[in-house]
Protein backbone atom coordinates (compact mmCIF):
# COMPACT_ATOMS: atom_id res chain seq x y z
CA UNK A 1 0.00 0.00 0.00
CA UNK A 2 1.38 3.33 -1.04
CA UNK A 3 1.89 5.79 1.72
CA UNK A 4 0.96 9.97 0.60
CA UNK A 5 1.77 12.36 3.30
CA UNK A 6 1.03 15.99 3.42
CA UNK A 7 1.39 18.82 6.09
CA UNK A 8 -1.47 20.94 7.17
CA UNK A 9 -1.62 24.13 9.15
CA UNK A 10 -4.57 24.60 10.93
CA UNK A 11 -5.81 28.11 10.13
CA UNK A 12 -9.47 28.32 12.49
CA UNK A 13 -9.21 30.80 14.96
CA UNK A 14 -10.59 28.65 17.36
CA UNK A 15 -8.32 25.48 16.08
CA UNK A 16 -9.05 22.04 15.66
CA UNK A 17 -12.23 21.87 17.84
CA UNK A 18 -15.56 19.68 17.20
CA UNK A 19 -17.30 21.07 13.93
CA UNK A 20 -13.68 20.73 11.91
CA UNK A 21 -13.11 17.46 13.54
CA UNK A 22 -16.30 16.33 12.52
CA UNK A 23 -16.01 17.82 8.88
CA UNK A 24 -12.31 15.81 8.59
CA UNK A 25 -13.77 12.36 10.15
CA UNK A 26 -16.64 12.50 7.80
CA UNK A 27 -14.39 12.64 4.96
CA UNK A 28 -12.12 10.06 5.74
CA UNK A 29 -14.72 7.40 6.52
CA UNK A 30 -16.46 8.44 3.55
CA UNK A 31 -13.32 7.91 1.81
CA UNK A 32 -12.94 4.52 3.40
CA UNK A 33 -8.97 5.18 3.02
CA UNK A 34 -6.68 4.74 6.05
CA UNK A 35 -5.87 8.00 7.33
CA UNK A 36 -3.28 9.28 9.98
CA UNK A 37 -3.00 12.58 11.52
CA UNK A 38 -0.84 14.34 14.08
CA UNK A 39 2.37 16.74 14.64
CA UNK A 40 5.10 15.13 12.97
CA UNK A 41 7.54 14.89 16.27
CA UNK A 42 4.85 12.59 17.98
CA UNK A 43 2.34 9.78 17.11
CA UNK A 44 0.09 9.84 14.92
CA UNK A 45 -3.66 8.57 15.14
CA UNK A 46 -6.04 7.45 13.03
CA UNK A 47 -8.11 10.66 11.79
CA UNK A 48 -11.82 8.30 11.34
CA UNK A 49 -12.58 9.04 15.41
CA UNK A 50 -13.30 12.53 15.94
CA UNK A 51 -12.24 12.25 19.79
CA UNK A 52 -8.52 11.14 18.70
CA UNK A 53 -8.49 13.96 16.09
CA UNK A 54 -9.77 16.64 19.07
CA UNK A 55 -7.66 15.07 21.71
CA UNK A 56 -4.64 16.18 19.48
CA UNK A 57 -5.32 19.81 20.45
CA UNK A 58 -4.19 21.45 17.73
CA UNK A 59 -4.19 25.35 17.96
CA UNK A 60 -4.73 27.97 14.49
CA UNK A 61 -0.97 27.69 13.25
CA UNK A 62 -0.37 24.29 14.16
CA UNK A 63 1.02 22.25 11.40
CA UNK A 64 -0.30 18.48 11.47
CA UNK A 65 1.38 15.75 9.01
CA UNK A 66 -1.48 13.70 7.24
CA UNK A 67 -0.33 10.25 6.16
CA UNK A 68 -2.93 8.70 3.50
CA UNK A 69 -2.96 4.74 2.80
CA UNK A 70 -3.83 4.13 -0.92
CA UNK A 71 -2.89 2.34 -3.80
CA UNK A 72 -4.96 4.97 -5.92
CA UNK A 73 -2.88 8.27 -5.60
CA UNK A 74 -5.69 10.21 -7.27
CA UNK A 75 -7.74 9.38 -4.51
CA UNK A 76 -5.47 10.20 -1.91
CA UNK A 77 -4.87 13.27 -3.55
CA UNK A 78 -8.26 14.44 -3.70
CA UNK A 79 -8.54 13.06 0.48
CA UNK A 80 -5.40 15.50 1.10
CA UNK A 81 -7.01 18.29 -1.04
CA UNK A 82 -10.40 17.96 0.79
CA UNK A 83 -9.08 18.00 4.25
CA UNK A 84 -7.03 20.79 3.44
CA UNK A 85 -10.09 22.71 2.55
CA UNK A 86 -11.38 21.83 5.57
CA UNK A 87 -8.44 22.79 8.16
CA UNK A 88 -6.71 25.34 6.61
CA UNK A 89 -3.57 25.01 3.92
CA UNK A 90 -0.88 22.54 3.10
CA UNK A 91 2.62 22.99 2.58
Not at 4 to 27: E, M, N, S, T, Y
Not at 51 to 76: F, N, P
Amino acid sequence: MALHRAIVRVLDPIGLHARPAGQLVKLVNDSGLAVRIGRADDELVPANSPLRVMALKAKSGDELQLEVESEDSEKAKSLIAAIVQVLGASK
